[in-house]
Nanobody, 116 residues
Framework: QVQLVESGGGLVQAGGSLKLSCAASGSIFRFDAMGWYRQAPGKQRELVAA???????HYADSVKGRFAISRDNAKKTVYLRMNSLKPEDTAVYYC??????????WGQGTQVTVSS
């Protein structure tokens, strides 16, 4: 049984930073590409950043240069370092496989709120 647990969210002022973590358990991760997704109120969930098992990364245009995704395969954890946060980054952040997220892998996410 796969479980993904996100943490590290919070309330931060515009221009601030946060680092999110996603801990995976079960038969997942070592060879899986993983992604961070976010969903803002009234909007569809969107991909923010992704990382392949070998370390290649992909970013949404809106976060390029500000966010950095990384992974620790031994710890089965994927991270998202977020710098220069903007109010429009406010959302619930989730992790899942990429490019195709698995429906029953979605966790509760972690709330990120950026105040102006």
């Amino acid at each position: 049984q796969v479980q993904l647990v996100e943490s590290g969210g919070g309330l931060v002022q515009a221009g601030g930073s946060l680092k999110l973590s996603c801990a995976a358990s079960g038969s997942i991760f070592r060879f899986d590409a993983m992604g961070w997704y976010r969903q803002a109120p009234g909007k569809q969930r969107e991909l923010v950043a992704a990382i392949a098992s070998g370390g290649n990364t992909h970013y949404a245009d809106s976060v390029k240069g500000r966010f950095a995704i990384s992974r620790d395969n031994a710890k089965k954890t994927v991270y998202l370092r977020m710098n220069s946060l903007k109010p429009e980054d406010t959302a619930v952040y989730y992790c899942n496989t990429w490019p195709v997220p698995v429906a029953n892998y979605w966790g509760q996410g972690t709330q990120v709120t950026v105040s102006s």
